[in-house]
């Protein structure tokens, strides 16, 4: 360890800032997973969506993929699928116009945007909160790896605990399905 890592202390706040990181990616896993699994099985059984751009007259099979069928009627109707099932399971979103995978990647880029603005007052350089690509993966990294060891586990886990309820990850639909992703 370096001299200058030996005397890093950081303040609760950026402790705090990567707490929320950290509990906000196990939970965006967490309902991507989820979305990804029912947006594929409605995708699979229950409406046939033709890609009408890659490749033309392909069905498509994966949720990652909706954006290439142009059909707006069937792209509806595969949508309120969607959002029926979402609320079948008991996920939770701020509107029901909003996608629970999408949410959750938003306030976990919102967080590691807070925590990048916070290493970089305390660095006392250039807005980090700034970066893009690579050069934010590996800041949000070297930040994380500073962090952790100053992370409280239960703190942590509470916190993830409860994020995990406001997504509605504790809903009796999805109970034993969380516990097989490990919260």
């Known amino acids: 360890m370096s001299k200058a890592m030996k005397h890093f202390q950081p303040d609760q706040t950026l402790i705090d800032a990567a707490q929320e990181v950290l509990a906000r990616q196990v939970v965006w896993e967490a309902v991507k997973q989820i979305t990804d699994e029912y947006e ?3 995708l699979l059984n229950d409406i046939v969506l033709l890609d009408s751009l890659d ?3 392909e069905r498509i099979t994966h949720p990652d993929q909706v954006y290439l069928c142009d059909d707006s009627v069937l792209f ?3 949508d309120m699928l969607c ?3 979402r609320n079948r399971l008991g996920l939770k979103v701020a509107n029901p116009e909003f996608h629970p995978a999408l949410a ?3 306030a976990l880029r919102k967080a590691q945007t807070t925590l990048l603005s916070q290493m970089s007052g305390l660095l006392g350089i250039g807005d980090l909160s700034g970066l893009i690509g690579r050069q934010r993966q590996r800041a949000l990294e070297l930040a994380l790896e ?4 100053y992370i409280n586990k239960q703190v942590s886990e509470a916190r ?4 995990a309820c406001e ?3 504790d809903s009796p639909a999805l109970r034993d399905k969380v516990k097989q992703l490990t919260l």
């Open 104 to 106: 959750a990647d938003h």
């Open 55 to 57: 490749n033309p007259g």
């Open 167 to 169: 997504a509605g990850l």
């Open 40 to 42: 594929s099985e409605i």
């Open 83 to 85: 959002r029926a099932q």
């Open 160 to 163: 993830m605990q409860t994020l």
């Open 146 to 149: 500073l962090l952790v060891p």
């Open 76 to 78: 509806h109707q595969y």
